[in-house]
DNA sequence: TTACTATTTTTGTCTAGGACAATATTATGA
DNA sequence: TCATAATATTGTCCTAGACAAAAATAGTAA
């Protein structure tokens, strides 16, 4: 009925795709593509059809490829390139067919209730191993091939949020160390791999201080002091320019004390070449726990120092 | 110990203070303010304690100030700015200043509790009016005056939506009407009001489909298609343009059927001059329970359309 | 072949200065 | 006092060029 042709002006696409401006500006010039219609004022106006294209090619690069071999293809070039993106090799359990069903078929209420059950029957470790990360991979990649949506996809993350959070809500318990800071910094909106951080380190008995996405790096500072963390844990996604975890990193860690660590994961770390000084790079979710453990094993006692002499 | 100056490139200070690259090039010009250091390439470099005075006045100016007015202004200057504030009328319980110690004492867990206790003593509906809602201007203006940190809003933020979304948990109900669906356009990335919205809205019986934030357009459609919902329910906060607001819901009206109902609600829809056509723009929360039994009456039967001559 | 280094290409972001419509403010008249 | 017209403010858009960081490629040695 209502199908007016929407346009977006050059801001909403940058809002819509995660693309910046300039990056759109040049790409018109360089690659020929996107080549937006104009107004009478000679600005920028992307149709429906550009903006779809652009989300994928952002998916595209997110997931390694470059630029000069994806922003000029045609439609039909670009679905031949995403059958052929890395295969899923990672070990699960087998029910995850299931699940993508549930969330095809919408069934939100359903879906969560299959994840709950899921975790009490796996615990929280091989919940996240074999279900969660490779249930993300597998919706990363059905929405590549155009099986997927983003809104099902959105979906889908509200449930697991759900399941998650009333996971770590039973893990939870002052006092336990050591005491972490939890938080991601601005830019960085997404949610999930924090949560699986916050899960995967509440369940070996650390005391996690949750600080929700995009704390400025001036505030982490002072909240590190008023919380009296160990250590401040950072989250960075696929979506994050690699330059921008870098820099990011290094700034946190200069504003940091020396004796509060900086642990960083997620698949935007995994990007990263060589090592950025004085912060702990995490792999996988196992990582997290082999180093609350090598942190406990350095960490001369309960108590926050030494203090000679004392009993 | 660890003291090094840290300086922000421009994009680091879009992202922390959520002020436009090109707004900040165009204020240096015509006010004088922000003026950063350059580094070796000719590229800008804000310190630290240009990036906090940015923070401040973004904050001025989604309070309505204009640039003008606190952009040129020094940091004397801006405090007696600052406490010349609205002040709070509106009436709430009594125990707001209890709540804004817990946070100042960062005792997450214990605001937490204090507040479930609240929802549980007050009810929803009111816990909502006479609580949250004050509580939030209340924390608003704290930050302002310079009484509270990022870290601290953002803490008290986390513990809200832990006791709201397990409330929400309890309400939630399929098969109830209407159906509706919930999220924000992308760029706006605030939960709090969203997550309001879906508390007051299932307390009065509706079935809400919760989306998570920055839903892109596109994609609202055939969720709200797929979802068979019958209202689509977006919130906007006071740190959006108003610009944006206006232009994403116009082109979300535009791009859902008709028999599709739109509501606006937030802060962001309060700044609105005009009203936005086939949009119903909500002010207080309680607008929305009036809306929801408007709707009631409003439609014809349980079921979903008037079939002529069925039965 | 593999492994390391040097060169070239790719790519996003920065710079400057100008332009303009949408909004807010002030002036003017009924 | 209220509505309307004139003026000022303000964010975002434009073009076009420059450059460093990252990636790809070529070159060289083991």
Redesign the pocket.
Known sequence: MTKAKIKF????V?RETG?????????????GFPV?E?D??????YPQEQVDRLRLIKRL?DN?M??????GLEAAELNALLNRLPEDTAQHSGDLPGFIELIKGHQAAALRVALSRALLQQGMEEFLSKTISPLNRLVGESWMRGEMRVFEEHLYSEQITHVLRDAIAMLRHPGYTPKILMTTLPGEEHTLGLLMAEATLSLCGAHCVMLGVQTPIQEIVPAAKAHQVDIVVLSFSAAI????V?SGLQLARDALPKKVALWAGGAGVA?L?GPVEGVQLMGPLSDLTRAVIAWREASPAPGKSIRPGKG
Chains 1, 2 share one sequence.
Do not use: M
């Not at 009478?40 to 106006?45: S, T, V």
């Not at 320019?241 to 921008?244: E, F, K, S, V």
């Open positions: 002006d050059i801001a909403g940058e693309i910046g401006k300039d990056a759109l500006r040049v790409w018109e010039k360089r690659y937006p104009r009478e004022r000679e600005e920028r106006l690069l390694g470059r630029p000069v071999k994806v922003v320019p690699i330059l921008q870098k990007k070449r």
